[in-house]
Structure formats: structure tokens, C-alpha cells
């Protein structure tokens, strides 16, 4: 049936429906349309029925249509693609600093320390660097001198290359901070150490110690060249730039006034516990009760400490780190309690024990556990310096070295001892004469030199 909205023209004729409009007349003459029934064309295919309507809305839900498969990514795009509302992008906001009339933008915080905080930044020039911003609010009087003395310190080594570079500074009096523009790095040393020493399967390798023991020798050489303690090392002072070790963080570094006397004179602890020498903890005006230097006070009434410290309180530290580099830790630092690890430290009557095996149980070197004893002593005029330990004859660092001969296993020792006994057991030649004894050492070295050539 036709709907009901549906309105017929009288004046038209049916003609797509095949039929004629009838007229007739009333009974005044004038015509009339009859009433018929108009009849409803048949179609040749079944009409589909219509979608159910919605009870919510007035009209029929708009149909989905299929989504358009994903584009196709590469590995690298997978794994740095965010997924679902992360993925809208959003303007972050930039926080610029100016330093001395420069604008640097603010990239992120690499790292925090006390009162200090540092940020990678990037100059107009796209080049990065690293700020290290010092609220002096929250620092007492000795800590500001301490970060003064740290510029003074890099302005004098500027032209160090194993010390990381100073490239501007400015204190602000009014918001009481100081930012200081210094040389970028990629990690530091603990960084490296803590992936290395932490994995499941560490273990000691001595390709990898023997290199950055000596990165941190030529560091502290280089300090120590110019009559710098710098009192304060650990793994996380030395920064890796470009492949190479620098030292960072001078803020209590001391220049030794060579005039006068060795060393640094400190009044008091400062530095980092598994790293401390026991003459940075000692104090030297207690040492000697009867002596002037026990009578001396301070302002305040409490008598006055003094710590002397001198080049061999860095070879120490560097010995501390090395220890860690073998065993996993300093060695100290199993002792829990933070004030007996001091007292430890101090305490000649604790020794310091060397285990045969390293990480991963590992067999270590005589020349390496040679080269621990040697820097961890706590007689200081003992340890060995820098320059010796970096002289090309150490049993660590050069273990092939002409004059320490060659390293030999214990099988090829067995057959030398063997020949020997061979040679002197031969009655036809007799008994070895004296010069051909004092021929022996060259003999069997070259000999031993060419079996360890060939395999």
C-alpha cells in the first residue's frame, strides 16, 4: 500500500500504473472522479528488510565500515612507536636558562647531589652540555667554598685533557644560585660497573679491568701533575666522554702548597666511606696526646682536628675501586654499619682480605693481587705513586714486559724442571759445569719465548 503521506495529482492520469481516470456525471452535469482502488505494482525481486531502529536514537545506526589494515613498520619503528592515547602529540613546553647573557634549552635532569642539581641543556648551535645548578641557600658556609673552589680548580686545569672541561660559570645574588657550564658526558664509571658487576653471569675480565685501571691512572697522573689532591674518588668521578675517562666533581679537591709541605691540610671528614683513606679519617692532632697539636681549640671551646692528606690518599681510593673492579665491592663495604666500616678502616689490626678467585670465580693474576696489596696499604709513604704504576714495567698493567720476562704455564714449567734434571742425570756429558749454569736463564728463556710463539 501506497504510505499515507502520499498525495495524488487529480488532474493526472495513471499512467504508470496502466490505467486511465474515470469520469462520470452527477446530476448537475458536472463531471466527477469515482473512486477506485490504485493497485500496487508487483516487483520481480524481494525487497530486503529494513534494520531494526534503535531505541536511543530517531534514526537507523550508520553503518561501520571495516578499518583499513595498518601500515607496515620496520623493526626500529615498532620498537620506538607509543601506543594508543600517547601517541596524539603534544607541545612541551621549554624551559630556557641564560647564563651570562646565553640561552641554553633545558633538556632533562641527568643527575642530583646534595644541594645541587645537574641538567643536559643545548645551545642555540644544537650543541649539548652539561649544568650543574647549586642552590647556595641550602648550603653551609664550608660547602660554598667548596663549589668556589671547584671553578677556581677547572679554570686552573681548562687545558687538562683527563679533566672535564669548564666553559662558563655565573653566581646569581638574588635567587642565591650558581650554575656552572661544564663538558658532556655519556655515563660514568659506577654506570659502567653497575651493568657489568650486576648481571646474572658476571664475571672478572681482565681485558676490561686492565683498561679502565689504567684510564684512571692517567686521570689522577694528570691531577696529581699539577700538585692536586683531589680527595673524593670514586667510580662516579670519573665521566666517560668519547671513550675516554675524565674526572669530575673538584669540590674538595686541595692544590698542595709545594713550598711548604706534601700536603692537604683538612679539618674535616669529607669524602665518600668505601673510598676514604685512613689518613682522611685519622685525625693527626689526636695522634700524639702529649704533643702541641692536641692542645690546639676551636673558637668554640672543642679541640681542633686536622687531617693530613697527600697523593697517596687518591692511590688508596684508586686501589678501592680496583678492588671492587675484582671482587664486586670495595673492600669494606660488607660491613654493614657505617661507623664501624670507618673504624675498620683505620684499625691496622683488620686486614684486608685477597681471595685467589675473582667474580665469577674466576682465577686472578698474581700481578693484579699484587698490584691491590701494593695500593691498599695504610702506611701511606708505602703505596707506590702514579708515575710508578704507569712506568711500563707494572706486572699488571705490562705483564709481557722484556724485563719481567715472559708468562709461562704450569705444564711448560714442569718440562724446563724436567730437561734440567734430564741434563743433570746424563753421565756421558757429567755434571754441568758453572758457566754452563749461568747460560741456563738466557737459554731457556728464548727457548720458552719460541714455544709460547708457536702455541
Sequence with gaps: MPPPTFKRNKESEFKMLGIQKVSIHADNGKPRMAVIDTPVPVQNSPRKALAALSENAPHPPTPHRRAPPPPKMSVLETATATAGASTTKT????????????????????????????????????????????????????????????????KRLENVDRVVRLFDWELNEQTQSLSVL?????????????????AVDARFDISFTR??????????????????????LKPANFLL??????????????????????????????????????????????????????????????????????????VWSLGCILYQMTYGRPPFAHIANQISRILAITNPSIAISFPATGIGAVTLPPGLKATLRRCLQRDPAARPSIDTMLNGRDAFL?????????VISEELLGQIIGRVVERC??????????????QYPASFMNKIREMVEKG
Excluded at 101 to 106: G, S
Excluded at 211 to 232: N, P
Design 91 to 154: 607541545k612541551r613546553k621549554r624551559t630556557h636558562v641564560i647564563i651570562n647573557n646565553k640561552v641554553f634549552t633545558q633538556m632533562g635532569k641527568i643527575g642530583k647531589g646534595g644541594s645541587s642539581d645537574v641538567y643536559r641543556v643545548m645551545a642555540e648551535n644544537y650543541k649539548t652540555f652539561a649544568l650543574k645548578k647549586v642552590h647556595l641557600a641550602d648550603c653551609d658556609e664550608s660547602a660554598v667554598r667548596g663549589y668556589k673552589g671547584e671553578i677556581d680548580l677547572l
Design 182 to 198: 661544564m663538558e658532556m658526558g655519556e655515563s660514568d664509571l659506577n654506570r659502567i660497573l653497575q651493568l657489568r658487576l650486576g
Design 211 to 232: 683498561f679502565y685501571w689504567k684510564e684512571m691512572l692517567e686521570c689522577v697522573q694528570a691531577v696529581h701533575a699539577h700538585d692536586i689532591v683531589h680527595s673524593d
Design 241 to 314: 666522554v668519547q671513550g675516554r675517562l675524565k674526572l669530575i666533581d673538584f669540590g674538595i679537591a686541595n692544590a698542595i702548597e709545594v713550598d711548604h709541605t706534601v700536603n692537604v691540610h683538612r679539618d674535616s671528614h669529607v669524602g665518600t666511606p668505601n673510598y676514604m683513606s685512613p689518613e682522611s679519617i685519622t685525625d693527626t692532632n689526636a695522634a700524639v696526646p702529649g704533643s702541641d697539636n692536641a692542645n690546639k681549640l676551636q673558637s668554640d671551646g672543642r679541640a681542633a682536628k686536622m687531617m693530613k692528606l697527600g697523593k697517596p690518599s687518591d
Design 398 to 406: 705490562d705483564p709481557d714486559a722484556v724485563e719481567r720476562g715472559v
Design 425 to 438: 742425570g746424563d753421565q756421558r756429558k757429567g755434571f754441568p759445569t758453572s758457566e754452563e749454569v749461568r
